[in-house]
């Protein structure tokens, strides 16, 4: 019931990921970043909690192969877990358990991994690593276009209902977490809060860090 797909850009180091399901608000449940340590997606009947242990063992030193074989070796019901993970290196790996749903499918290109289930076609996370590798600009956008090429190879079986897109720099929250939780276009939707954000980035960065050097709110009253 979704497809995700998780990054590096290899010039800032930033790590992110892009999801779309037709499940409500799949990226409050599914979607893990950490600045200098990796992403992780923690889909299909899921569970969570397998993200943040995934990313501590990242943070700890772990390359993602054994990150990922930490935390999923011995555990309770993770043959119904499907788990994407890259690390501050751009190395991948991907847990799509035998109890996966329907179609289901996994494709790594260099810095990403995709993967999906309850698909309506077994090329939709290959038509998403492809369009990411050969995409440029800002990681989000590349995440984007991903996601969007994912959606036009066929998506899930049925209709998606949400989407989000979340990426962390160099500070401790992310630079980017923007979620559509329900609506019948959310990757259309989260595109057209993407291209409103994108350009304000840095700003909330800086308001962040330095409020006395930050451009002007651009809101009535802000003089």
């Given amino acids: 019931m979704t497809f995700s ?11 992110g990921m892009a999801i779309s399901s037709s499940s409500p608000a799949v990226a409050a449940r599914c979607a893990h970043v950490r600045a200098g340590v990796g992403a992780v997606a923690s889909q299909n009947i899921t569970d969570p909690a397998l993200g943040p242990l995934v990313l501590d063992r990242l943070e700890a030193g772990l390359p993602a192969s054994e990150a990922l074989t930490a935390v999923t070796d011995g555990r309770p019901h993770i043959d119904y877990r499907q788990l994407l993970v890259i690390d501050r290196q751009g190395r991948t790996a991907i847990h799509s358990g035998r109890q996966v749903l329907g179609i289901w499918g996994e494709a790594r290109a260099t810095d990403c991994a995709a993967g999906g289930n309850l698909l309506a076609a077994e090329r939709v996370p290959l038509a998403m690593v492809e369009a990411f590798a050969t995409s440029t600009g800002h990681l989000g956008e590349r995440l984007m276009r991903a996601l969007e090429a994912g959606l036009a190879a066929g998506g899930e079986a049925g209709p998606v209902q949400s989407a989000g897109l979340k990426l962390a720099d160099r500070l401790s929250w992310p630079l980017v977490d923007l979620r559509i939780d329900w609506a019948d276009d959310p990757i259309g939707m989260l595109r057209s809060a993407w291209d409103i954000y994108a350009p304000q980035m840095a700003a909330y960065v800086q308001r962040a860090e330095d409020p006395t050097q930050a451009p002007k709110y651009g809101v009535p009253g802000d003089e």
């Fill in 5 to 15: 797909i998780v990054a590096r850009c290899a010039r800032t180091g930033q790590v």
